[in-house]
């Protein structure tokens, strides 16, 4: 079994930057793919980012590229989201997650298995 725990969530102005945290109790082989999600008020849930654990491999959605950072720390069973540049647009529900497979640039949630509660992201105008 594996349990997912965020951290990191809270309130910025536009432009400011945060760091989201995903602890990993359990365990999480090589194969395995991690990743962001997040869900804003009346709206659908939607991939940020995945890497695959074993190399580290990274797909983002287009509206975080070149503003957000997924990296994983294997020796510490930590999965972090650095957001940078934040925008109003950014506001939502932020989930960490994992999937017993390899991650795609579909970012689609539908293979991931295991779920966080959440960490809230608020980013004011």
């Known amino acids: 079994q594996v349990q997912l725990v965020e951290s990191g969530g809270g309130s910025v102005q536009a432009g400011g930057s945060l760091r989201l945290s995903c602890s990993v109790f359990?365990?999480?082989?090589?194969?395995?793919?991690m990743g962001w999600f997040r869900q804003a008020p009346g709206k659908e849930r939607e991939g940020v980012a995945v890497?695959?654990?074993?190399?580290?491999?990274?797909y983002y959605d287009d509206s975080v590229k070149g503003r957000f950072t997924i990296a994983r720390d294997n020796a510490k069973n930590t999965l972090y989201l650095h957001m940078n540049s934040l925008k109003p647009e950014d506001t939502a529900m932020y989930y960490c997650a994992a999937a017993p497979s390899g991650c795609d640039s579909s970012l689609e949630d539908r293979r991931f298995r295991y779920w966080g509660q959440g960490t809230q992201v608020t980013v004011s105008s």
């Open positions: 359990g365990y999480i082989y090589l194969n395995y793919c």
């Open positions: 890497v695959v654990i074993e190399d580290g491999t990274t």
